[in-house]
């Protein structure tokens, strides 16, 4: 009796894990990479350092502050190395230091210097032919 019910629970056990591997439709989508609407452009621009490059493209949609830092968020169509490259080459030739950078599969950073202000964009692709793009700005 007691092998038949440690037997009968391994078993559920099992089962459950199985089930929980499978992944719902919406899950997969995104996955798969489709992609909702693209967020609204704001209405005006973004508050930006003096000379701060804004490649081909990049399409604003959100600014906020957080503590001394300014944020600004968006997105490019296009794959991410795009993006990444495009970044790398407008700061390079407006002035500004490229002072890291790194490329993953689906995320990139760009950290920079120059004006007065430091700072990072941030790459992600979650949605194919989209990389959303978020500026951290922080005075010197």
Known sequence: MIKRCAALI?????VGLAAGC???EEG???AQ???GDAPAEIAQQPTLPDGFPTPDG???TAERDAGP????EGYRDGELEDA???YKDAFESSGYDVTKDEREEDDAEVNFAGGASTGQVKLEQH????TSIEITIRPE
């Open 10 to 14: 391994l078993l559920t056990l099992v």
């Open 22 to 24: 499978g992944g719902d």
């Open 28 to 30: 997969d989508s995104e």
């Open 33 to 35: 990479g489709a992609c």
């Open 58 to 60: 990049v399409i604003y």
């Open 69 to 72: 830092s300014h944020i600004v």
């Open 84 to 86: 990444f490259d495009a």
């Open 127 to 130: 949605c194919e032919d989209r």
